[in-house]
T-cell receptor, first 111, second 114 residues
Framework: KNEVEQSPQNLTAQEGEFITINCSYSVGISALHWLQQHPGGGIVSLFMLSSGKKKHGRLIATINIQEKHSSLHITASHPRDSAVYIC?????????????FGTGTRLTIIP | DAGVIQSPRHEVTEMGQEVTLRCKPISGHNSLFWYRQTMMRGLELLIYFNNNVPIDDSGMPEDRFSAKMPNASFSTLKIQPSEPRDSAVYFCASNYRVLDTEAFFGQGTRLTVV
């Protein structure tokens, strides 16, 4: 079993729909990252969070440390949101910067 | 700042040849990471440096891989000799550890070993 599991693996939705991508992890962490990878291949860090909730534009990320679960939400989805979304966790060991990655969720938004 | 800069963007080489990938982190960042992405294994950390010192190289697959960071503005990842199974996209990322910032990724180097 992977330490970081994402669901769904693939998601296709109509423009305007509310999107939720889930990430569950099985290890103690100090932080969780959400990354976006566009078809061109570049990776952009969307959020880094260790508790609660963060919002940036139409994107919202939440984390529940007790349940070892995080969600990424996209409101009013748009075709330009089509990308692979990757969850990554950082070890709780002090000073350990190593990230462990989920396998990603491929999101396709249809106009 | 131009962000994390990697070169080359694409590299095609023959099996057995030496390959060197280069990375320039964002100025002022003191942690640098090398990742590899393949279809089979996704993203994996190969090695990371803090203040130019290698901290964790447990992800380096074998002795054919080596990484150096001679100064705060430059790092290399070398594969010698290269093999077809090394074909992947290699990403470099950097951050400022003291402020616990998120990581900034380069555009990646797509390596094909034939």
């Amino acid at each position: 079993k992977n330490e970081v599991e994402q669901s769904p693996q693939n998601l296709t939705a109509q423009e305007g729909e509310f999107i939720t991508i889930n990430c569950s992890y099985s290890v103690g962490i100090s932080a969780l990252h959400w990354l976006q990878q566009h078809p061109g291949g570049g990776i952009v860090s969307l959020f880094m969070l260790s508790s609660g909730k963060k919002k940036h534009g139409r994107l919202i990320a939440t984390i529940n440390i007790q349940e070892k679960h995080s969600s990424l939400h996209i409101t009013a989805s748009h075709p330009r949101d089509s990308a692979v979304y990757i969850c990554a966790v950082r070890s709780e060991d002090f000073g350990n910067e190593k990230l462990t990655f989920g396998t990603g969720t491929r999101l396709t938004i249809i106009p | 700042d131009a962000g994390v800069i990697q070169s080359p963007r694409h590299e095609v080489t023959e099996m057995g040849q030496e390959v060197t990938l280069r990375c320039k982190p964002i100025s002022g960042h003191n942690s640098l990471f090398w990742y590899r992405q393949t279809m089979m294994r996704g993203l994996e950390l190969l090695i990371y440096f803090n203040n130019n010192v290698p901290i964790d190289d447990s992800g380096m697959p074998e002795d054919r891989f080596s990484a150096k960071m001679p100064n705060a503005s430059f790092s290399t990842l070398k594969i010698q000799p290269s093999e077809p199974r090394d074909s992947a996209v290699y990403f470099c990322a950097s951050n400022y550890r003291v402020l616990d910032t998120e990581a900034f990724f380069g555009q990646g180097t797509r390596l094909t070993v034939v």
